[in-house]
C-alpha cells in the first residue's frame, strides 16, 4: 500500500490512523459524527458546525465519503459542505448518482470530485460523465463487474487504457472485519491490473492517487 485514502465517523478514528501512519495515510473529512448521520446529514443543520470545526483543526485532502443522491445534493447543508471544499480546496469524495454529480458540478464547475464506486454505473455511463467532465476521477471500491473470469471486463478494459489517468483502486474497508481481506483483495486486484498495458495499470494501482493527494498534506493552506 502506498497511500490510502481514508475517512471515518466520526473523524477521531481517522485522526489516530493519521497519527500512527501520517505517511500512508490521506485524511478525507467524513460528514458524519457516527453512521447513524448517513440518512439524516443532508438535512442536519449542526453537520456544518461539524465539518467547519474540524476543517479548523486538522488538514485533510478531501471532505467525503458521503451518500448524496438527486436533488438532494441541492440542500443547504450540502450546498454549504461544497463550499467548504472549494474554500479548502479539497476534493469531494461522492457516493452518489449520476444527478447528484450533474448537481454538484452545477454548484462549482471547479469542484474536483471523486466519485466513489464509479457511482456503481455501467461503462458506457461511466465514460459519459468522464468526458463532460475533467475533474472527475472514479475510484473502483467495492465493485466486481470490471473482473470477467479473473480478467478485465472488456467493456472496462478499454475504459481503463482510454482514461488512465481517471481511475483509482479502492478497498471501501467500511466496518472493521473487510480490513482482513485488504491482502486478498490486492492480489485478486493483481490479477486483473496485469491484464492492463502497464503504464495504465500503474496509474490506476497508485500513480493517479498520488498525483492528486500527494502533496495535499504538505502544501501551504
Same mark, same amino acid.
Given at each position: 500500500?502506498?497511500?490510502?485514502?481514508?475517512? &471515518? &465517523? #466520526?473523524?477521531?478514528? #481517522?485522526? %489516530?490512523?493519521?497519527?500512527?501512519?501520517?505517511? +500512508? +495515510?490521506?485524511?478525507?473529512?467524513?460528514?458524519?459524527? &457516527?453512521?447513524? =448521520?448517513?440518512?439524516? !446529514?443532508?438535512? =442536519? =443543520?449542526?453537520?456544518?458546525?461539524?465539518?467547519?470545526?474540524?476543517? #479548523? %483543526?486538522?488538514?485533510?485532502?478531501?471532505?467525503?465519503? $458521503?451518500?448524496?443522491?438527486?436533488?438532494?445534493?441541492?440542500?443547504?447543508?450540502?450546498?454549504?459542505?461544497?463550499?467548504?471544499?472549494?474554500?479548502?480546496?479539497?476534493?469531494?469524495?461522492?457516493? &452518489?448518482?449520476? =444527478?447528484?454529480?450533474?448537481?454538484?458540478?452545477?454548484?462549482?464547475?471547479?469542484?474536483?470530485?471523486?466519485?466513489?464506486?464509479?457511482?456503481?454505473?455501467?461503462?458506457?455511463?461511466?465514460?459519459?460523465?468522464?468526458? %463532460?467532465? %475533467?475533474?472527475?476521477?472514479?475510484?473502483?471500491?467495492?465493485?466486481?463487474?470490471?473482473?470477467?473470469?479473473?480478467?478485465?471486463?472488456?467493456? !472496462?478494459?478499454?475504459? $481503463? +487504457?482510454?482514461?488512465?489517468?481517471? $481511475?483509482?483502486?479502492?478497498?471501501?474497508?467500511?466496518?472493521?472485519?473487510?480490513?482482513?481481506?485488504?491482502?486478498?483483495?490486492?492480489? !485478486?486486484?493483481?490479477?486483473?491490473?496485469?491484464?492492463?498495458?502497464?503504464?495504465?495499470?500503474?496509474?490506476?494501482?497508485?500513480?493517479?492517487?498520488?498525483?492528486?493527494?500527494?502533496?495535499?498534506?504538505?502544501?501551504?493552506?
Amino acid at each position: 500500500v502506498k497511500r490510502a485514502l481514508v475517512s &471515518s &465517523s #466520526n473523524d477521531d478514528g #481517522n485522526q %489516530k490512523l493519521y497519527a500512527e501512519a501520517p505517511d +500512508i +495515510i490521506v485524511p478525507s473529512l467524513r460528514p458524519y459524527r &457516527s453512521r447513524a =448521520d448517513i440518512g439524516t !446529514w443532508v438535512r =442536519d =443543520d449542526a453537520i456544518i458546525g461539524y465539518l467547519e470545526q474540524r476543517l #479548523n %483543526k486538522y488538514r485533510y485532502a478531501a471532505i467525503g465519503e $458521503f451518500h448524496l443522491y438527486g436533488a438532494d445534493a441541492d440542500l443547504p447543508v450540502p450546498r454549504r459542505m461544497v463550499q467548504l471544499a472549494q474554500q479548502y480546496r479539497l476534493y469531494l469524495h461522492a457516493h &452518489s448518482d449520476i =444527478d447528484a454529480v450533474e448537481r454538484l458540478f452545477r454548484q462549482d464547475p471547479a469542484a474536483r470530485i471523486l466519485w466513489a464506486h464509479s457511482g456503481f454505473e455501467r461503462p458506457g455511463e461511466v465514460r459519459a460523465m468522464l468526458v %463532460k467532465h %475533467k475533474n472527475l476521477w472514479c475510484d473502483l471500491a467495492f465493485r466486481t463487474d470490471h473482473v470477467a473470469g479473473g480478467k478485465a471486463n472488456p467493456e !472496462w478494459r478499454a475504459l $481503463f +487504457i482510454e482514461f488512465p489517468d481517471r $481511475f483509482l483502486l479502492g478497498t471501501d474497508t467500511y466496518v472493521p472485519e473487510r480490513w482482513h481481506y485488504v491482502g486478498e483483495h490486492a492480489n !485478486w486486484a493483481r490479477a486483473w491490473l496485469d491484464e492492463l498495458p502497464r503504464d495504465a495499470a500503474e496509474r490506476i494501482a497508485w500513480r493517479n492517487g498520488e498525483t492528486l493527494f500527494g502533496d495535499m498534506l504538505t502544501r501551504k493552506p
